[in-house]
């Protein structure tokens, strides 16, 4: 079966620095990974995506994230955080093999960033 | 311009009255879904459809139903609203034809039943 985990509910972060949200997850096969911001009262947007190729995918906003198969992590970075970047953010993942069409979300976490 | 689109996006009703969520997208997608979601929270996937004439119920157990008569077009229907339906309902849309079905979300329709 698949699965995700975000560890973190919360993560805080000071205008200017590199902030990291986590994510894991557990597939049979080879995964399709995602990550979503969602701002107050509004959907989610979609950021990026890893399907295959290289580990270092880089989305909208600056945002990049890693594929690392050994930690089977999916971890949402950014060089340099912005006061704007506070938002909820979702990671997905989806099991093409097994899965269907069914993407699984995380949890959530939610991404403050101090001016 | 290609977009999914929710209305009402807010919605205060009374308990027992039949609401009808609208969903449609203009992408010529295959697939939607409706997710509920209390605010801040997790989604829960409550409806999804392969295409026309095709809905399934998802993982979360819900009292409400869906149709899928047309392509861009997947209301959702509650027939007698109860303040636990309380709640935020987000559609969403995928295309399967590039294999990897990324799903875009619509704005989300604030739902209050008191």
């Known amino acids: 079966a698949q699965s995700v985990a975000q560890p973190e509910d919360q993560v805080n972060v000071a205008e200017g620095n590199p902030l990291t949200v986590k994510c894991t997850y557990s597939?049979?096969?080879?995964?399709?990974l995602f990550w979503y911001v969602q701002y107050p009262n509004r959907g989610l947007q979609f950021l990026l995506k890893?399907?295959?190729?290289?580990?270092l995918v880089k989305g909208s906003y600056g945002f990049e994230a890693e594929f690392n198969k050994s930690q089977t992590s999916f971890h949402l970075k950014k060089p340099s955080a912005l006061v704007s970047d506070s938002a909820l953010y979702f990671c997905?993942?989806?099991?093409?093999?097994?899965?269907?069409?069914?993407?699984?979300f995380g949890a959530g976490t939610r991404l403050f960033v101090k001016a | 311009e290609a977009d999914i689109y929710q209305t009402p996006r807010y919605l205060v009703i009374g308990t027992g009255k039949k609401i009808t969520l609208e969903c449609s997208q203009t992408?010529?997608?295959?697939?939607m879904y409706w997710y509920q979601q209390d605010p801040g929270m997790e989604l829960h996937l409550i409806h999804y459809?392969?295409?026309?004439?095709?809905?399934e119920k998802g993982d979360l157990s819900s009292e409400s139903t869906v149709s899928r008569i047309r392509t861009e077009h997947f209301p959702l229907t509650l027939e007698s609203a109860r303040p636990s339906h309380t709640s935020q309902y987000l559609c969403?849309?995928?295309?399967?034809?590039?294999?990897?079905?990324?799903?875009?979300f619509g704005p989300g329709t604030r739902l209050t039943v008191l």
């Open positions: 969403a849309s995928s295309d399967s034809s590039g294999g990897t079905d990324t799903q875009y």
């Open positions: 597939v049979s096969g080879n995964p399709y």
């Open positions: 890893y399907i295959t190729g290289d580990n």
């Open positions: 997905a993942v989806r099991d093409p093999l097994t899965g269907g069409f069914k993407t699984i």
């Open positions: 992408m010529g997608h295959d697939k």
């Open positions: 459809s392969y295409g026309v004439n095709s809905t």
